[in-house]
């Protein structure tokens, strides 16, 4: 505790007395300072024991003394020390009846009593206090140091680190979810402050704020200062650390708190060395399953992966779509060691929502599935490959799960019609393929279907396709693309410049014919002429584009050209 008031009267070798302000005693006092001016108030800055001895004041006119303990007041000072047998032999009485009119603590320093000991007195008390803060934080330290090496790790700490503030802690993950939390009911309490949470993790590591006031439902508890601390060294958020007490945090538990955030930092970033490693593991495990060797990959994924690879999984290809005007090497998955430089010019990166899904949308993709992996025990495997990242999660899992959450997401903020290059441009510039359910023999064959899935995606401006969905669905859709309606075009030009000299209407003509599979009664009754004229028609096509309609590649080309052309069917609005 720091020094007090009443600290200071107790103290043996001062001989200090109150005069007044008896019940204000337990005030905590900064500072002693010596002024005589007849206003100090501009050189307070408030929680100090002011020591006079009136050398300059009228101390027996009531109403300057009223001005004067008023200002005194008002600037925060918590104590007037006057001194006795200097200016006056008593403490005159005007100033003493002004402060108990304020309610201001007056103390009598005894002539014999100097104001350099009290100044020591206090000096030595804040220093001693400080001590004790120190010393506290190093014992908390190491007892929060001995529980995250423990069996149980983040629990054991968070539980340490809650009753060392007198109150609660819980830690959110990369996606904003709460993983733990200490003592047991604080996990409701920390659920409240999960918008915080992901706020806070869309700004760059480090990063604080204080929240106050979170209140209760029924009014039967009590309200709490909750501090929230970002854990990781990189660009990208690994977490989050809250803590809550009911009152502001001390020395002692400022020192705790920071070293929560240390440790609970070192245990979601691994060390570079680490991850390098598992990433030049992960990369051979997926070498050697795309070359068909799903023997040697298992060998090699020995316990880290080897669970992944016992059941069916799927496989993901993502890639993050630069806005327009940026380099595209901004928006890859990014390591650690270069998402620090990133982030030091990164100039759409303001802390606003939505900032780090636009600064890396695969970092945040990643984290979320990592999270997701972790909190039901699964494995996912992670590679980098150039501008985009491949991923392997169980069939069904949390993992893959919260990769479809993320890209509806998106999509509901962006609109599942918007190009990717203009989602990008507001911070969703994301594509993903995703494979039908495979094993390990199968691993080239989904690699294929999500890359398929990917170019479905970038085609139909979706943020997320899946393979089976593609496959399931029309090859039309495929054809919306700029290059195909060209080739169409070019196709059918001749044809059209015929129909614009009404010289007849072969471009009908010829879709009606291959509609009806060639079939020469039930196209010509379609175009209600004589099957006759039809085939006039049909060979007046074969001569102007100079090419057999026997041909079966031939019909399938025109074919696709005239389903490629076709006006959009209006819909009516209801």
Do not use: N
């Not at 598992?278 to 990369?283: A, D, P, V, Y």
């Not at 650690?336 to 780090?356: C, K």
């Not at 090859?475 to 030009?493: N, S």
């Amino acid at each position: 505790m720091p020094p007090t008031l009443a600290s200071l009267v107790h103290h043996t070798a001062l001989k200090l007395s109150v005069l007044a302000g008896e019940d204000r005693l337990e005030t905590p006092v900064r500072w002693a300072h010596v002024s005589e001016l007849a206003d100090p108030v501009p050189y307070m800055e408030g929680g100090e024991l002011l020591l006079i001895t009136a050398m300059k004041l009228d101390a027996e006119d009531p109403e300057e003394m009223a001005r004067y303990v008023r200002r005194l007041a008002d600037a925060g000072v918590v104590g007037l020390g006057f001194a006795v047998g200097v200016a006056y032999d008593e403490v005159p009485a005007a100033l003493v009846a002004a402060a108990k009119e304020e309610g201001l603590p007056l103390l009598v320093v005894p002539r014999r009593t100097p104001f350099i000991a009290i100044s020591k007195a206090v000096s030595a008390a804040i220093a001693a206090d400080q001590y004790r803060a120190v010393t506290a934080g190093f014992e908390a330290q190491r007892e929060l140091t001995r529980a995250a090496i423990g069996a149980e790790g983040p629990a054991a700490l968070l539980a340490r680190l809650a009753a060392h503030v007198d109150g609660w802690a819980a830690l959110y993950d990369a996606s904003g979810s709460v993983v733990a939390a200490a003592p047991d009911w604080a996990a409701r309490r920390a659920a409240r402050h999960t918008a915080d949470a992901e706020r806070l993790r869309a700004r760059p590591a480090p990063a604080s704020v204080v929240v106050g006031g979170a209140g209760a439902d029924a009014g039967d508890e009590p309200t709490d200062r909750v501090e929230l601390q970002s854990l990781g060294t990189g660009r990208r958020t690994r977490g989050v650390l809250a803590v809550g007490t009911g009152a502001p945090l001390g020395t002692a538990e400022r020192y705790a708190v920071h070293s929560a955030v240390a440790l609970l930092t070192l245990t979601t970033e691994r060390s570079r060395a680490l991850r390098e490693a598992e990433q030049r593991l992960g990369t051979a495990v997926l070498r050697m399953l795309l070359a068909g060797e799903p023997d040697h990959a298992r060998a090699v994924a020995g316990r880290l992966y080897g669970g992944l690879l016992d059941a069916p999984f799927r496989m993901l290809v993502a890639e993050a779509v630069p806005s327009a005007g940026a380099h595209p090497s901004r928006a890859a998955y990014a390591t650690d060691e270069t998402a620090a430089e990133t982030s030091a010019d990164a100039d759409t990166d303001t802390g606003a929502p939505g900032d780090a899904d636009r600064a890396d949308p695969l970092g945040v993709l990643v984290d979320a599935m990592e999270a997701a992996a972790a909190r039901a025990g699964e494995a996912v495997l992670v590679v980098p490959d150039g501008e985009r990242l491949i991923v392997l999660a169980p069939d069904g899992g949390a993992a893959v799960a919260v990769c479809t959450e993320h890209a509806e997401e998106i999509e509901s903020r962006h609109g599942a019609a918007a190009r990717p290059r203009d989602r990008a441009a507001q911070g969703g510039g994301l594509v993903v393929g995703l494979s039908a359910p495979a094993g390990p023999i199968a691993a080239a064959a989904a690699y294929r279907q999500a890359e398929q899935a990917l170019s479905v995606a970038r085609r139909r401006g979706r943020v997320l396709v899946e393979h089976e969905h593609v496959a399931a669905g029309s090859l039309l859709p495929l054809l919306a693309d700029d290059a195909v309606r060209a080739f169409a075009d070019g196709m059918l030009r001749a044809l059209h410049d015929h129909d614009a000299t009404g010289r007849g209407d072969l471009v009908a003509s010829l879709r009606a014919w291959l509609s009806r599979h060639g079939q020469w009664d039930a196209a010509a009754a379609d175009l209600g002429v004589h099957r006759h004229t039809l085939r006039y028609r049909m060979r007046r096509v074969e001569e102007i584009l100079g090419r057999s309609l026997d041909d079966p590649d031939v019909r399938m080309e025109l074919w696709l050209a005239l389903k490629a052309t076709a006006p959009a069917t209006p819909t009516l609005k209801s």
